[in-house]
Structure formats: structure tokens, C-alpha cells
């Protein structure tokens, strides 16, 4: 990282900014759905892709499963994982796939999600209830929300003694509220029924001690807010389940444990995963650097700052209160039109947004509602949030 950083260090600063490879025509409030590697990570990535390039057979055969495990050994002391149970994924889908589609399921389960669920986990979920015939079982979450005690009683309204997995996001997509879900995990676990966490933008973004918070399996993206490659995310596994979960790309390593399994399962480039230690000390990096409360909380008070104006100019009445138990460096805010039900009306709410003011902001659907959601990440300026507010104000529609 640039040594500039140490003494210029505020949020948006050309200093800090200029760690990343961002387009500067475009202000860029989406870190959500992607995130955005900075460039000491690309340059990480390129390194390893030489290397990998100058003798692929001693690169992938002789060298990689050390470098996996030293990968991994990083990645598990900052997520407070069992490194016996932490495997590497492309993504959270793929780790959300792995577990879905290799739990033991028999006939009359059902599985239990939440109606705020990821769009391609409902996918997957669909898949497995046609090829399996489990009921798909659904919480309907409060939102707007008051308090997060709120979102833990509609799992136990759902559950039914058929519940068989429950299937429980860390921080929900489309509303970008955080679920309790130590809560929750607590609630279900007094029912017998084992948990699948969604954590996919909760590493970097929440403290995490998957030790601690004992959830059956638990996915996430590095990604997004830990600063990796795109193509790097983990999969913790609980001892009692590892010798049921496999891959979906089944390759050498089958029948030798969740490790082995998971480390090959084909040709494909490990850079994501290996570079991953380079991610989180620019992570820790910028954690110490940041005003107090660290990175998380710097990113918080951005979106703190954005929701308030936004909402202002659009008339909006924010959907919870301004508590970081609910919501972090993500918000959303309700949109003034209804949802005709036309997804293409979302798309082109974006599309114009992006095309006329060139503000890349993601719009989505629930409950029947239109919803802005920002994001905030050390390369965003207060004054981004301003400009956005300010347009919003002047009836862009």
C-alpha cells in the first residue's frame, strides 16, 4: 500500500482512492454487490499468475497444496475458523451449493429460508426441492424493522417439526438489514434443526468467530469487503457434518475428507484464494488507519451520512432506526414509485441513473417495494452521497 495513505488517511481521499483501479468519471456506491480489489491485490494476483505461468506442473502439482494451506491457515485466524473445517470456494452460490446439494436429505424434509433470501440461493433451494421433494418453508422478515429481537421470532413461526435445515442469511441482500443470528442460531438449535449461514458480505464487514458462533456451516465472500480477487470465498463445515459435504465438482480428492476434496477439483486458477492473506493485511491496514472504531465503523458513518440525505430528498421514511445492530456500511431506502412488478423497471431506474449521472447504485424489489441501496467503502467521499441526494432532489425520475 502506498505509504501516502499513513499521513492523509481520511474516507475518499485521492490518497486512498487512488489505491483502487476505479473508473474516476463514476461515483461508485455499490462495493455490495462486487466489492472492489485494490490494487496491491491485483498486483498480488498478476505475481502469482507469472509464477504460475513459468512452470505450471511444479506450480500446480509440487507447490500448491502447501500454499493452499498457508492460504487458509490466514483466513482462519481472521474469520476464527477450525482450519480443519475451512475449505475455499469461487463464491458464496458455490459454497451454498455444495452444502444444499449434498445434505442428506430424505423424503418429507423441508427446508426453511427467509423471504428476503438471495435470489440465487432461492434458486438453488428450488433445485433442491425438485430433485429431492422438500417442502421449502419460508420466514416472512419484518422490514422496515425496528429492532433486531424482531427478525427472530418469524423463524420459529415457520419451522415446522419437518424443518431439516434452515438456511439463514448473515446480512440480507436486497434490505442490507444484519439478522442476530446468534439469535436465531440459538432459537432453531433448541428445535434440532441445523443452520446454514449466508454470510456473504460478512467477512470484513462483521467481526467474525465462527468457533464461537457454532453455526452448522457458514459461507461468505472475501470479495466484497475483505478485499480479495473476485473468486474468493470459504466454507466452514462443523466436525459433526464434514464427512457428508462435498464439492459439486467432484474430482481426486473424494472420499479424503473435506479438505482434500475441496482443494482440487479441477484446473482452475487458485490466485483468489492465495492472495487472500495480501487482501486482509491491506484490510488490517486500513483498520488501523481509520478514524475510531476502525474500517467498518468509518464505512458505517459514510452510509450513516448518505441514508439521512437520500432520504431527505426523496421524502423517505427510513426503514429502521439508526442502529448498527441492523444495519452497517450498507442502507437502503425506500423508493417514492410502487413496484409495477416489471423487474424492467428497476433495471431502468439503474440504467438511467448510471447513464445520465453516471452514479452506480443498485436498485432492487421487496415486499412489493422499490429499494436504493448504498454502500460505503474507504474510496467514497461524503460528498458522493451529497451529489446523489442532490440529483435525487431536483426530480430525477
Not at 509464477?51 to 494451506?69: H, N, Q, S
Amino acid at each position: 500500500m502506498s505509504t501516502r495513505i499513513d499521513e492523509t488517511w481520511s474516507a475518499g481521499s485521492p490518497a486512498v482512492r487512488s489505491e483502487w483501479r476505479l473508473d474516476p468519471e463514476v461515483k461508485f456506491l455499490n462495493n455490495g454487490s462486487f466489492g472492489a480489489t485494490p490494487r496491491t491485490v491485483l498486483d498480488a494476483v498478476r505475481s502469482l499468475h507469472a509464477e504460475m505461468e513459468a512452470e505450471p506442473v511444479r506450480f500446480f502439482a509440487r507447490e500448491l497444496p502447501d500454499r493452499i494451506a498457508l492460504a487458509r491457515t490466514a483466513v482462519a485466524a481472521f474469520v476464527g475458523a477450525d482450519e480443519a473445517g475451512l475449505a475455499f470456494v469461487s463464491n458464496a452460490t458455490a459454497g451454498v451449493n455444495a452444502v444444499l446439494r449434498s445434505f442428506p436429505w430424505r423424503a418429507g424434509d423441508a427446508m426453511l429460508l427467509a423471504d428476503q433470501t438471495y435470489n440465487a440461493v432461492k434458486q438453488t433451494a428450488l433445485w433442491v426441492s425438485k430433485r429431492y421433494g422438500v417442502e421449502l418453508q419460508w420466514a416472512k422478515l419484518p422490514f422496515p424493522v425496528q429492532s433486531p429481537e424482531d427478525l427472530v421470532a418469524p423463524w420459529l413461526d415457520a419451522a415446522t417439526p419437518r424443518t431439516r435445515l434452515a438456511v439463514v442469511d448473515h446480512v440480507s441482500s436486497p434490505t442490507a438489514v444484519i439478522l442476530p443470528v446468534q439469535k436465531i442460531l440459538a432459537a432453531l438449535r433448541d428445535r434440532g434443526i441445523p443452520v446454514l449461514v449466508d454470510g456473504a458480505h460478512a467477512p470484513g464487514l462483521l467481526p467474525l468467530d465462527l468457533r464461537a458462533l457454532g453455526a452448522d456451516f457458514y459461507v461468505g465472500n472475501l470479495h466484497k469487503w475483505a478485499y480479495a480477487a473476485k473468486g474468493s470465498a470459504i466454507l466452514h463445515v462443523s466436525e459433526t457434518w464434514r464427512e457428508h459435504i462435498h464439492p459439486v465438482s467432484i474430482s481426486h480428492g473424494y472420499g479424503q475428507g473435506l479438505r482434500p476434496e475441496f482443494d482440487w477439483t479441477g484446473t482452475t486458477d487458485p490466485a483468489p484464494f492465495l492472495t487472500a492473506p495480501e487482501a486482509l493485511d491491506f484490510w488490517r491496514r486500513l483498520d488501523r488507519l481509520a478514524e475510531a472504531g476502525g474500517i467498518a465503523e468509518s464505512n458505517h458513518r459514510l452510509v450513516q451520512t448518505g441514508r439521512a440525505l437520500i432520504a431527505d430528498a426523496l421524502h423517505a421514511e427510513l426503514p429502521h432506526p439508526d442502529d448498527p445492530a441492523l444495519y452497517g456500511p450498507m442502507a437502503a431506502i425506500p423508493w417514492p414509485d410502487r413496484y409495477s412488478g416489471d423487474f424492467r423497471q428497476v433495471a431502468d431506474l439503474n440504467r438511467r441513473l448510471y447513464d445520465d449521472h453516471r452514479f452506480e447504485v443498485p436498485f432492487s424489489t421487496y415486499d412489493d417495494r422499490i429499494w436504493l441501496r448504498i454502500s460505503g467503502q474507504a474510496y467514497n467521499h461524503p460528498d458522493e452521497y451529497a451529489a446523489l441526494a442532490d440529483v435525487l432532489r431536483h426530480g430525477w425520475r
